[in-house]
């Protein structure tokens, strides 16, 4: 694709995220923070499982603008132009969380801001498209999918109550499932898997930062004490196990695995939707975690609540894991496996616990497969890192079918 000066740059095989592109993740930070805020009000499922679908509904609009950065530079042209604004629409999305299941003006203003994200990414990915015509049909084919759940999520913020749920969560499944279908046509565009793995190891960086803002919110207005400088030392240890069990080395080696045939596809169902459990997991821990700060003084148990959210999001974080190195490795991690049954067995266990207990579990589970896979990984890390890099020309773009 030839250069469109003023329009869109494309990205060459060896380009990396750039400064604006953090700077655009950071309104991604508040929004986060929005949503484990909104769960901890709630505190019931259904405030649970809206707080999900909300982050779902950021996470895709997230990985758009990935590919999109990894298309064209994000720092340049229409997309710098383009994603200003979604920046502008994405902290008006971020401020509409907390009333957006409230039945009031605020899920509609969530709604509106959310889909000015979405349009302006296939208008900004169309003008990049210009002298592609395959990536112009699969631009062209991925607005149907949005269309129909953009009716439903409308639909869902007019009606309010269960409706809302409900039509919300049919919209996610028309997104995800249509988008996934069309991409199977193979027009993407990857340029650069390192930009990719990279944006991805930033979020993760992001999310697992959540965890010590929850720390720092379950903190605020409690007077300094013994238990309460535990219990956020128990919190910073949580998100330090959450951050070592991704990039010690499973990372690494994944960024190698989307160079060659059939990498488009791996990109796709590993990382775009493969990695959306990874993050609902950290999100669900942080918020166990303000819970347990929270209630960091108190000698009664920690409560089901609390106890469900850090466990039960530990167990979906490794999950996660479990299912993206089965994806991407095609290696069954079975210690991982283990340890997620580990987690939701102790989960009752730890309810019942004072707070300062509770974190024990799932720091020692986590700590377990910390140490099991280093072991397992220590032959297997000296020989990755003993490999010579990819040739260059094994990573020049090619469109897959």
Request: proline share 4%.
């Amino acid at each position: 694709m030839r250069t469109l000066r003023g329009k869109a740059r494309p990205t060459g095989h060896d380009h990396r995220a750039t400064p604006f592109e953090l700077f655009f993740d950071l309104v991604y930070v508040f929004a986060i923070t929005q949503i484990t805020g909104y769960m901890a009000r709630q505190r019931d499922a259904e405030g649970v499982l809206q707080g999900l679908m909300t982050l779902a509904l950021l996470w895709g609009t997230w990985s758009g603008y990935t590919w999109l950065g990894n298309h064209s530079r994000a720092d340049e042209g229409a997309p710098r132009a383009g994603m200003i604004v979604a920046m502008a629409a994405m902290f008006v999305l971020a401020l509409a969380i907390p009333d957006a299941w409230s039945g009031g003006p605020g899920s509609l203003v969530l709604v509106v801001a959310y889909l000015l994200v979405r349009w302006l990414h296939l208008a900004i990915y169309a003008v990049a498209a210009r002298d592609d015509p395959g990536l112009r049909r699969q631009v062209a084919v991925t607005w149907a999918p949005l269309a129909v759940s953009a009716v439903l999520l409308v639909s869902g913020a007019l009606l309010g109550d269960r409706a809302q749920t409900v039509l919300f969560a049919l919209a996610l499944v028309v997104d995800w499932v249509g988008i996934y279908v069309t991409t199977r046509h193979g027009h993407w565009r990857l340029r650069s898997p390192a930009h990719l793995t990279e944006r991805h190891g930033l979020f993760m960086i992001l999310a697992i930062g959540e965890s010590i803002v929850a720390v720092g919110a379950g903190a605020a207005g409690q007077p300094l004490s013994a238990a309460l400088l535990l219990a956020a030392i128990q919190g910073i240890a949580v998100a330090v196990a959450l951050w070592w069990s991704y990039f010690d080395t499973v990372s690494q080696a994944a960024a190698r695995r989307l160079h060659g045939e059939g990498r488009l596809r791996l990109a796709v169902e590993a990382y775009t939707y493969g990695h959306f459990p990874i993050i609902a997991g950290i999100v669900l821990a942080a918020l166990g975690i303000e819970g347990v700060v929270t209630h960091a003084s108190d000698t009664d148990r920690l409560g089901v609540f609390s106890a469900l959210a850090l466990y039960g999001g530990g167990a979906l974080y490794l999950l996660g894991h479990l299912l993206f190195r089965l994806r991407i490795h095609h290696v069954f991690s079975g210690a991982h496996l283990a340890a997620t049954g580990a987690l939701l067995m102790i989960a009752p266990v730890a309810a019942m616990l004072p707070p300062l207990a509770a974190p024990v579990g799932v720091l020692a589970v986590l700590t377990v497969v910390i140490v099991v896979e280093a072991r397992r990984n220590g032959q297997g890390r000296a020989s990755f890192l003993a490999r010579p890099q990819p040739r260059m020309t094994d990573c020049l773009l090619v469109e897959e079918t």
